[in-house]
């Protein structure tokens, strides 16, 4: 018998149909539990059991317990539920069985007593109550709590109730007749809706059971209001301030009395009591719903400095309640006259070289109030080159007097503003504007947006072009701001300015009169002069410089190897020359600025290209490789030289090379030697005799023209050639010239190594067979790339 706890034979087991057998277990026992052996507790033996018929008849409608032949033992075979079985919960709980065997037939009643375990916890039938208690009961009244119900018997039942803390609320316990326990709440403090108006309690019900079990339920008890609380004000005394002949309903103060009772025991009335005055009254209403007091009649300083209001506030309770407050308004003197500005005499148009000092106007101020009220002061709205000065004369007098140099072109006129305020409280203000119109005077000179121009032209201009507008600004008015342009005279190189340019005296636009070259004027410098039509008139002038750019108008010139127009450079060299050698150099000169004056040198026609090599900036002609018996012995090279500008001009020049066996000294056997020898050389007497007839022409020719000068003031002479035009027409003199091999040659290097400020020399060496050129700087000059080189000599 492993699973029933407590088995006892109440009566021993007798063969007899009138004996009844008792036993006891514990409810929810495990199916399958043994109950007690019947066989040996009835005086049977086991083994004649499988042979008898045994039947077990159980008076319920559920079978609970089974009999086994094998052993003789009752078992479980369902769960027995004492709450379900004995529901009314009787002391003891019994089940009622008969064990029939037959053969012999035999009846053994049994009783299977059901003992309670603690299986069901308590619980109350309401789990939330609600109470409603008026704040004015008193400690100790009693509410009646519903019980709470536990289905177990016995120790296992409700043994006690407890309540969760409360300052307010505790319990009694009572028990009746029967074992059942009640509950009662007990009121042990009063209580105040106002302070906490609900209070949320929790009952515990707990039985005796191991392990203990227990349910709760939730106890809301509502403070009913009661009128305890009277309406009370936020102050007893309110002091409020009020200026005289405020309008109509004005809002003199809202009361506020509070009253923490709810419903209608909160709901306050506000009423005068006896100690106002009618008079009081009349001059103030209040309304009787939301406290407010305003102005009903007519406040009038003179007639009562206060007023003094005893105001009460009524709740609506069944006995009511009341609060009282006082009200004392004092009433403040208005300012209510407004000062006036006299303006008795004014100046509305001045000249803006109005003299500092000068007065502008007379003005008076004045105000029918009398103390504080009364006293005014007069000033300027915003700060302005005026101010005013109070006459020591005649009181309430002001002068408006000039305080600092006035500017029309900063300010044509202005708005004075004059303000007079008195010392009222609150002050009253008035204001007059007078209004000041400047006069213009010729005070400004015409300026021009810069004090330096510099315009560029291209030249080959058209006669007449638009090169710029040159507008000067005048702030001045009318006749003072009408401007006239001029150029100022000045020549260069006996001409005139008003004969190069010319400007519209109206807007200032110049305009070119002629066509300009670059190589010849590069740039001029003169002044344009803007006047107004002022008296006196005022002018202001500007300087101008005229650029002239450089078009790509002119080609290059071929200057070595010389040749006369049209003809073919003739060269001879030996077949043995060397490789590197330098075989001929192309010279060419370009007029123009530097950027378009940048020449290129480059084949246009080559006999053997693989035999020679053009350096294309220096323009140096070398061998590639020595000569072969392959070789033609005429070689014709044509070279073009090529300037710099857009669209590029070019010059050729034609050199034919003829081979020779005889022995010709090359171009290397030139040297430069210091310049130790003779210097009259043949060419350089032909040259001193040049240059000193050129410079004597030059000198008779400026004789002339100062003559001419002198007779004619404006002579419509052209300007004299310039450094470039003197060394075009030099060139034009050698391209004419009819030097022609050694001579032409020489020349033409003589003029190339002094444009770079050498002075080349041609002198014989020792030995008769060949020529030295001797270099000596002499400054600055025209710059080339290349070295002095020298041809072969025939």
Known sequence: MDFWTTVFVLCAAWPSALSVTRYSIAEEMERGSVVANLAADLGLEPAGLAQREVKLDIFTNKKYLDFNKKTGELYIVEKVDREYLCPAKPTSCFLKLDVIIESPLRIFNIELGITDINDNAPHFRRDRVELDV????????????????????????????KLSVSEHFTIEIQTGSDGTQYVDLVLTKSLDREENAVHNLILTAVDGGVPVRSGTANIIVRVQDTNDNPPRFDKQNYTIN????????????????????????????YSFTLYTSEKTQDVFALNSNTGEITVKGTIDYEDMKFYEMHIEARDKGKQPLLGQCKVVVHVTDMNDNYPDIIIQSVKSTVDENIPVGSVIALVGVSDRDTGDNGKVSLSIHQPMPFILNKSSERPMHYKLIVSEPLDREKVPEYDIILIVTDAGTPPLSD???????????????????????????MENNAPGALLSSLTAFDPDLHENQYLVYFILEKEIANTSMSMLFSINPENGNLYALKTFDYEIEKEFLFHIEARDSGSPPLS?????????????????????????????????????????????????LDTDSVHNSRITYQFLQVTDATLFSLDQYNGEIRTMRMFSYRDPRHQRLIIVAKDNGEPALSATVTIKLSTVETVVKAYSDMTEVPLEYDIFSDL???????????????????????????????????????????????????ADSTLVSNDAYWYSLFLAETRKGKLVVRQPVPKGSRYIVSSIPRGTGVTDTSDSAASTLQ
């Open 431 to 457: 204001n007059e504007t007078i209004t000041v119109h400047l006069m213009d005077v010729n005070d400004n000179a015409p300026q021009f947006p810069q004090s330096f121009y510099t315009i560029r032209v």
């Open 540 to 588: 202001s002038n500007v300087t101008v410089h005229i650029i002239i750019v450089d078009q790509n108008d002119n080609a290059p010139v071929i200057v070595s190897p010389w040749r006369a127009h049209g003809s073919v450079v003739e060269e001879k060299i030996p077949r043995s020359t060397d490789k590197g050698s330098l075989v001929a150099k192309v010279i060419a």
């Open 134 to 161: 008026s704040e004015s009961a008193t400690p100790g009244e009693r509410f009646s709590l519903p019980n709470a119900v536990d289905p177990d018997v016995g120790i296992n039942t409700i043994k006690t109730y």
């Open 684 to 734: 350089n007497l032909y040259l001193v005799i040049g240059l000193g007839s050129v410079s004597f022409l030059l000198l008779i020719t400026i004789l002339v023209t100062i003559v001419l000068k002198c007779q004619k003031p404006k002579p419509s002479k052209a300007a004299p050639p310039c450094r470039n035009s003197v060394i075009s027409e030099r060139n034009s003199t050698i």
């Open 242 to 269: 009020m200026t005289e002949n405020s309008p109509t309903g004005t809002l003199v103060m809202k009361l506020n009395a509070t009253d923490p009772d709810e419903g209608v025991n909160s709901e306050i009335v």
